[in-house]
């Protein structure tokens, strides 16, 4: 008969899952072993149990299939933790699949031990300990079955240590959930209220991760301006005219316009986080909204709609789109000059810098110029990601890997995954030093393992984001620098080709150089720490208070 551990990996393998991100721990060696002796999945040792969650986190974004991350006990579920959360508020599939302290050890507070499913409890849609081992097939199961549901995110399921080697029992991979399905009337009401707008937009987000298709025919047959949800970018092709802008940090007015001028809203597939809404503000009281979303819980959650329709969105853009051919409708788009004004605001300038370091626009610039349009592009948090949301145009499904957590360290880890989950294609990770100085030693997990992404980190010697808040609410940055380091050495000490380039003219060759060179490597380009984002500096924003 097979172990516990057996009839899990044979449960996820059915169910497509691939790869195991892990530190190994001594508490889950049963299925490092059962996963790492089978040819067609692939156990990756991280540097980090945080790397392992944020690979993991970043393979199911650019394959939409969950992928597994494994820790042990609580030392190591703890730092698997800011991967996990990142997980649940980017509605992305997970499974983490945790070792525990001996059954005989539950709830005596063994070495390591804490309740595993409560202490995940906020951050997951599943959490179980498995107390039998012909059970733990059929509770992982249930974990997949979670995780990939109306709105995804991550399960957890903890193993005592003992149980894993047991006589386990199989289970089969669970059934899709068939999603709901609008009714006539639903369809007809929405078609209503669109067809009599003068100024519809669309907001799109996590919902319609594959829907290019469904929403430009729809934004055509309509008339809509469409928005892209923080960091959701690629959910909608930038180069359609139809497309207004990223609603991210800071959205300058200029872009915002057309949605607070609007007079119908449609949501799709958005939950409506507090950045895509800047700060719970839009879409404002005026307007009627419809929002369309397969996750109930996310329907009227922060704004109260006209219409709130349960269904999937792009089942409910192809209805829409079907009822305006046959009732011949289309509507003429009345944003053009919107469109006019976000081509200019994301085609890059030539920044002159007062003082040493590059302009981050001018780093933007050159990988613009250089790496093709589908690149998938992982991005750290921190203000030089302004930069890359500025000028980066995503018109490629499933090609920006970034945490709408906001959680720092995620792009290098991110990368490599993506690496690993879309060989052949050209990853791009955008970091800052800090960023980088927290889990750059991935780096060694990418050349161990064949994975090749180009990782620019945007080198100012500063946490600008936080000296930004600062500068405006104290006066004075604290606690806020960040040395020097020779972050080039590093990356070449953990296997990658590194080059450190601090004057535009070098960029375009740098760039070249490390394209056409295999494996992991690194550009670091030494920016000007005065720089916060492509409308405010640091002396500037000092220089107002005073």
């Given amino acids: 008969m097979s172990t516990a551990a057996a009839t899990v990996i044979d449960l996820l393998e059915r169910a497509g899952v691939t790869r195991f991100y892990t530190v190994p721990g001594e508490s889950f060696l049963e299925l490092m072993d059962e996963v790492d002796r089978r040819p067609g999945l692939r156990l990756i040792s991280t540097r980090h149990e945080s790397g392992a969650a944020f690979m993991a986190e970043a393979d199911a974004k650019v394959t939409g299939r969950p992928a597994v991350a494994m820790a042990t006990r609580a030392v190591g579920a703890a730092n698997l933790a800011i991967g996990v959360h990142t997980a649940r508020q980017d509605s992305t599939p997970m499974i983490a699949l945790l070792g525990q302290v001996e059954t005989d050890h539950l709830g005596k507070e063994a070495f390591q031990e804490v309740d595993l499913p409560r202490f995940y409890d906020e951050i997951t849609v599943f959490g179980a300990t498995v107390h039998r081992p012909d059970r733990a097939a059929e509770i992982v199961s249930r974990a997949l079955l979670r995780s990939t549901g109306p709105r995804p995110g991550p399960a957890v399921v ?74 959701r970018q690629d959910t909608f092709p930038n180069d359609h005219r139809h497309y207004l802008g990223h609603l991210a940090l800071g959205t300058p007015a200029e872009i915002t316009g057309p949605l607070r001028d609007a007079d119908v809203v449609l949501v799709m597939g958005s939950r409506l986080d507090e950045v895509t809404t800047q700060a719970y503000t839009l879409p404002a009281a005026g307007p009627a909204v419809v929002q369309v979303d397969a996750a109930a819980e996310n329907l009227g959650a922060v704004v109260t709609p006209r219409l709130a329709v349960h269904a999937s969105p792009l089942l409910f853009a192809r209805e829409l789109t079907r009822l305006a051919a046959d009732r011949r409708h289309r509507s003429a788009f009345p944003w053009q000059r919107a469109r006019a004004g976000y081509e200019r605001f994301s085609t890059p300038e030539t920044v002159p810098v007062e003082g040493e ?54 792009a290098v880890p991110a990368a490599v995954a993506a690496s690993l989950a879309a060989p052949g294609r050209t990853v791009l990770g955008l970091v800052g030093d800090g960023g980088f100085l927290m889990t750059g030693q991935e780096l060694e997990t990418a050349a161990r393992c064949g994975a090749g992404p180009l990782v620019v980190v945007f080198q100012n010697g500063l946490y600008g984001t936080i000296a930004m808040h600062q500068a405006r609410s104290t006066g004075r940055p604290a606690a806020v620098d960040i040395s020097p380091a020779d972050l080039g050495a590093f990356a070449r000490s953990l296997g990658a080709t590194a080059r450190t380039v601090d004057e535009a003219g070098e960029l375009d060759d740098a760039v070249r150089e490390l394209l056409a060179t295999p494996g992991p490597r690194v550009l670091v380009a030494r920016t000007a720490a005065d720089v916060l984002t492509p409308s405010a500096t640091l002396s500037g924003l000092l220089g107002g208070r005073a």
């Fill in 158 to 231: 903890a193993f005592p240590a003992d149980v894993l080697a047991g006589a386990g029992l199989p289970a089969d991979p669970p059934v899709p959930i068939s999603g709901p399905a609008a009714t006539d009337g639903d369809v007809g009401r929405a078609f209503d209220l669109l067809a009599a707008a003068e100024r519809p937009v669309v907001i799109v987000g996590e919902g319609v991760p594959d829907g290019h298709h469904e929403l430009t025919e729809l934004a055509e047959a309509f008339g809509l301006g469409v928005y892209a949800a923080f960091r």
């Fill in 357 to 410: 370091g590059l302009h981050p626009t001018t780093v933007m610039t050159a990988l613009r110029a250089h790496l093709p349009g589908d690149s998938i592009v992982a991005n750290d948090a921190g203000n030089f990601s302004v930069f890359g949301h500025r000028y980066w145009r995503f018109n490629h499904p499933r090609t920006q890997v970034a945490p709408i957590s906001g959680a720092m360290g995620y």
